[in-house]
């Protein structure tokens, strides 16, 4: 797709992160958007910042509260976006809703495995089978779905991720399957496969208010003997030697972590994601540890699983400060 002018695009996590960063960059090229996420104040700030980059005229921004888990939500977005676009069609659906949690199929809670595989696999099943007929109805249409690394490698440095890898997984595998099935029954309708790496997002602090759980300085008991298992692997700290403030310290500086230490920004990350639609690319790795930990991956699979992966050392090197 060479040109975004004059397009219609519909963007889930859309309240944040990447996802905002795509509604903007997408009006400011003259694309409507319908952007959704179950942060309506999000929402409100991704809505302001879209309507000072659209150039104007035909250019419409909406957003939609809705929970990419739930089908029956999906499919009032859906007919939401039908009725206040006036449209039979639309061009691009990106698939970008996420959320981590559930990081140890033996230790995390069974709600928050479930709740984080719905949203980051459910929501891409849901929000394709509403939205596939509109994309069809175009002359020009593209399904974006974003993974992740965790879609080719199902760990974290040091630490397991089974939820987000396992959902990461299927939507790599899906989108993969769907170059086939599109090119025999749709060949107008395009699949583009979106794998970042290390993005500076509040994935993590926003995670854990979707989890419903409360804030690092007001967590409960169970919270804390919860997060102090994943504060042992970050600190390098034993867990029993671990204070509840140093419990609490760890919870709040992952997220902030994870925000301000990463290579790319949302913004950078948007903009690779369009120049990779527009080169029609159909494979996009995001960021330059993601190229790293792809190659590494095809190099020799075993090495990124070893605790001490030269390669996770290089490309995760304040990871490796903050476990020492």
């Given at each position: 797709?060479?040109?975004?002018?004059?397009?219609?695009?519909?963007?889930?996590?859309?309240?944040?992160?990447?996802?905002?960063?795509?509604?903007?960059?997408?009006?400011?090229?003259?694309?409507?958007?319908?952007?959704?996420?179950?942060?309506?104040?999000?929402?409100?700030?991704?809505?302001?910042?879209?309507?000072?980059?659209?150039?104007?005229?035909?250019?419409?921004?909406?957003?939609?509260?809705?929970?990419?888990?739930?089908?029956?939500?999906?499919?009032?977005?859906?007919?939401?976006?039908?009725?206040?676009?006036?449209?039979?069609?639309?061009?691009?659906?990106?698939?970008?809703?996420?959320?981590?949690?559930?990081?140890?199929?033996l230790t995390s809670p069974r709600a928050?495995?479930?709740?984080?595989?719905?949203v980051c696999w459910g929501g891409v099943?849901?929000?394709?089978?509403?939205?596939?007929?509109?994309?069809?109805?175009?002359?020009?249409?593209?399904?974006?779905?974003?993974?992740?690394?965790?879609?080719?490698?199902?760990?974290?440095?040091?630490?397991?991720?089974?939820?987000?890898?396992?959902?990461?997984?299927?939507?790599?595998?899906?989108?993969?399957?769907?170059?086939?099935?599109?090119?025999?029954?749709?060949?107008?309708?395009?699949?583009?496969?979106?794998?970042?790496?290390?993005?500076?997002?509040?994935?993590?602090?926003?995670?854990?208010?979707?989890?419903?759980?409360?804030?690092?300085?007001?967590?409960?008991?169970?919270?804390?003997?919860?997060?102090?298992?994943?504060?042992?692997?970050?600190?390098?700290?034993?867990?029993?030697?671990?204070?509840?403030?140093?419990?609490?310290?760890?919870?709040?500086?992952?997220?902030?972590?994870?925000?301000?230490?990463?290579?790319?920004?949302?913004?950078?990350?948007?903009?690779?994601?369009?120049?990779?639609?527009?080169?029609?690319?159909?494979?996009?790795?995001?960021?330059?540890?993601?190229?790293?930990?792809?190659?590494?991956?095809?190099?020799?699979?075993?090495?990124?699983?070893?605790?001490?992966?030269?390669?996770?050392?290089?490309?995760?090197?304040?990871?490796?400060?903050?476990?020492?």
């Amino acid at each position: 797709m060479e040109s975004f002018t004059g397009k219609m695009a519909v963007v889930t996590g859309g309240g944040a992160g990447m996802g905002r960063e795509l509604v903007v960059q997408l009006a400011a090229e003259g694309c409507s958007v319908a952007a959704c996420d179950v942060d309506e104040a999000g929402l409100a700030v991704t809505a302001e910042r879209a309507a000072k980059a659209a150039p104007g005229g035909d250019v419409r921004v909406t957003t939609h509260h809705c929970d990419v888990s739930d089908e029956s939500q999906v499919t009032r977005f859906r007919d939401e976006v039908v009725e206040r676009h006036r449209t039979g069609h639309i061009n691009l659906l990106f698939n970008n809703a996420g959320i981590g949690g559930g990081s140890s199929f033996l230790t995390s809670p069974r709600a928050e495995w479930e709740r984080t595989f719905a949203v980051c696999w459910g929501g891409v099943y849901n929000c394709t089978r509403a939205f596939m007929p509109l994309l069809i109805a175009s002359d020009e249409g593209c399904l974006v779905n974003t993974s992740s690394v965790n879609g080719f490698w199902a760990a974290g440095p040091g630490m397991p991720m089974s939820a987000y890898s396992a959902a990461k997984f299927a939507v790599k595998g899906f989108s993969e399957a769907m170059l086939t099935d599109l090119r025999i029954n749709a060949p107008h309708v395009q699949v583009a496969l979106v794998m970042p790496g290390h993005v500076g997002t509040e994935i993590v602090i926003n995670s854990r208010r979707i989890h419903g759980y409360s804030e690092p300085d007001d967590m409960t008991g169970a919270e804390l003997a919860d997060a102090r298992l994943r504060a042992a692997i970050v600190t390098g700290v034993p867990a029993e030697q671990l204070s509840d403030e140093e419990v609490r310290a760890a919870a709040k500086s992952m997220g902030e972590w994870f925000r301000d230490s990463a290579p790319l920004s949302a913004a950078g990350a948007a903009t690779v994601i369009l120049d990779g639609l527009r080169a029609g690319t159909w494979r996009i790795l995001v960021g330059d540890d993601a190229h790293a930990l792809d190659a590494a991956m095809r190099a020799d699979p075993l090495d990124l699983y070893r605790p001490d992966s030269p390669t996770l050392a290089a490309v995760f090197p304040d990871m490796r400060r903050r476990e020492q």
